[in-house]
């Protein structure tokens, strides 16, 4: 099975601008789980989706938000860039339905946001 | 709010040689998941080895085994006869059961010399 992928890998906009980061999960995969990370936060939990809706969802401000379309494939998306906000974005998909302790969430391989 | 904390920001260990990693976790909860994830420079990051709260057994994977300490609130990963290709940075994690939102610590960086 071929891995979660991310797209785009490299990422450079500006202050003000928006972006949108797109991530298809490994197939028969039905969350998606996004996280940020930066050296100074370190990994922190964006938002997850099950069926197209929002099941969790971090402590970020509303700039940032995500969707999830039919197929799983999910998008995040982020409007009026900060300079804060350049980072690595990771994608994790994940098979089931409960969450138990065998599930593993499959990391894709991030999204290197900057901005400048 | 959970916090995992990992106390040590790099750690070096010859090949061949054993090295233990620290991670302590602060929650109220009595059931919880641990993980160990890998992050090696191409920065994918990889599942090492996870642990049920609820199971007093630590796990082992291969090299890879924890020490779970539940009272203490401690769980360090062992790697044994290390390897070059163990060199990453590895994040301690814990989950609640149904849930996926991971709260990682900040990570430890592994450098494994010759």
């Known amino acids: 099975k071929a891995g979660v992928t991310q797209t785009p890998r490299y990422l450079i906009k500006t202050r003000g601008q928006q972006v949108t980061l797109s991530c298809s999960p490994i197939s028969g995969h039905r969350s998606v789980s996004w996280y940020q990370q930066t050296p100074g936060q370190g990994l922190q939990f964006l938002f997850e989706?099950?069926?197209?809706?929002?099941?969790n969802k971090g402590n970020f401000p509303g700039r940032f938000s995500g969707r999830q379309f039919s197929n799983s494939r999910s998008e995040m998306n982020v409007s009026t860039l900060e300079l804060g906000d350049s980072a690595l974005y990771l994608c994790?998909?994940?098979?089931?339905?409960?969450?138990?302790?065998?599930?593993?969430?499959?990391f894709g391989p991030g999204t290197r946001l900057l901005v400048l | 709010a959970q916090t995992v904390t990992q106390s040590q920001p790099e750690m070096s260990v010859q090949e061949a040689e054993t090295v233990t990693l620290s991670c302590t976790y602060d929650?109220?909860?009595?059931?919880?998941?641990l993980f160990w994830y890998k992050q090696p420079p191409s920065r994918q990051m990889i599942l090492v080895i996870r642990q049920e709260a609820y199971k007093q057994q630590n796990a082992t994977e291969n090299r890879f085994s924890v020490n779970f300490q539940k009272a203490a609130k401690s769980f360090s990963l062992k790697i044994s006869d290390s390897q070059l290709g163990d060199a990453a940075m590895y994040f301690c994690?814990?989950?609640?059961?149904?849930?996926?939102?991971?709260?990682f610590g900040k990570g430890t960086s592994l450098l494994v010399t010759p």
């Open positions: 989706y099950f069926s197209e809706t929002q099941r």
């Open positions: 994690a814990y989950r609640l059961p149904f849930e996926y939102a991971l709260n």
């Open positions: 929650t109220s909860e009595s059931d919880y998941y």
């Open positions: 994790a998909s994940s098979p089931s339905l409960a969450g138990g302790p065998r599930e593993t969430q499959y």
